[in-house]
């Protein structure tokens, strides 16, 4: 699975996308996880993408801009210190998608 995690400058998205991939990797998942902003979804095709809760108000056009499933992290996201929950999010939408 390739996850793409965007936020407005690719700093935030840095440290989740970092959670998310430990959290994986502790239970045998072959993920890959990327931090970017908005222009790193036409870059390159991707599995999911999950937007910063910052990004609300591009999820329209972020949706239209790729055919991965495209969702909004909750807002405490950033102290989901271990991914788990990032992880279970991530899990869920991949698995409704398919």
């Known amino acids: 699975m390739k996850i793409l995690i965007v936020c407005g400058a690719g700093a935030s998205s840095t440290f989740v996308a970092q959670r998310l991939r430990r959290a994986a ?18 870059a390159e095709s991707f599995d999911l993408v999950l937007l910063g809760p910052h990004m609300a108000d591009r999820l329209d056009a972020i949706s ?10 909750p807002d405490d996201v950033f102290s989901d210190r271990d991914g788990s929950r990032t992880l279970a999010l991530a899990h869920e939408l991949l698995t409704s998608h398919r």
């Open 64 to 73: 239209r801009a790729t055919q991965a499933p495209v969702a909004l992290l």
């Open 25 to 42: 990797t502790d239970r045998g998942l072959d993920w890959h996880t990327a931090a970017g902003v908005e222009a790193s979804v036409g």
